[in-house]
């Protein structure tokens, strides 16, 4: 499939050595950008989450976009008992697991001159396919991320085919002991690899 991040861009660790090569990366959030340039080279050493970034073909010096990918886990002993049900609802012996296995987005950001371009939903599906490839090493059922509590980043990721992890900000805040009278800052969303599984996929077919 063509994609400008297929077609136009390199796939490289971000490391402080990528980023003495390339010009100083921002997608427009202090937050992020700090991230990405003081601690994720730290992050990658001590094992804490991976990070990467595509570079444009035509001028490497240039960093497209970036992101962290940790390994993670959705704790099922806890959750409310409608929302842990269509969790799991096609997951086999299911009651013999305490959590379910999950790749964590850790940061997301987009260079800010690449903006409106669909970049971002591109670098979700890259990491979709990434993560059910069958040479992939080992298993993950699901895709998270701590979405920021705003109405367009969660649009963002739910166009993407994210779904809140919990139904209510109250059931959140009980689930991760989060004072009632304090405002979420994020909100915990994900996305259900089986349905790109080359295996379901292939099943699926054949049904």
């Known amino acids: 499939m063509k994609t400008f991040l297929n077609d136009a861009c390199t796939l490289t660790p971000l490391t ?11 997608c427009g959030d202090a937050d992020l950008d700090d991230f990405f340039l003081n601690s994720a080279d730290n992050y990658n050493r001590q094992l804490l989450g991976k990070s990467f970034c595509y570079r444009l073909n035509e001028n490497p010096s240039i960093i497209v976009c970036a992101f962290t990918l940790a390994n993670s886990s959705i704790d099922g002993r806890n959750l409310p008992n409608s929302r842990k049900k269509k969790l799991t609802e096609n997951i086999p012996h299911e009651k013999h697991l305490a959590g379910f296995p999950a790749t964590l987005i850790g940061r997301l950001g987009v260079n800010k001159d690449y903006g409106k371009r669909g970049i971002g939903t591109e670098l979700l599906d ?10 992939n090493k080992t298993a993950c059922r699901y895709l998270t991320v701590d979405a920021y509590n705003s109405e367009a980043t969660r649009k963002y990721y739910e166009s993407n085919g994210f779904k809140d992890l919990f139904s209510t900000e109250k059931q959140e805040k009980d689930y991760i002991g989060f004072p009632e009278e304090k405002e ?10 089986i349905r790109l599984s080359p295996t379901n996929l292939s099943q699926s077919i054949a049904e």
């Open 16 to 26: 402080n050595d990528t980023l003495s090569q390339c010009q100083p990366f921002s």
């Open 126 to 135: 890259f990491m979709k396919l990434w993560l059910t490839d069958l040479d």
């Open 184 to 193: 979420l800052k994020t909100r915990l969303m994900y996305f259900d690899l």
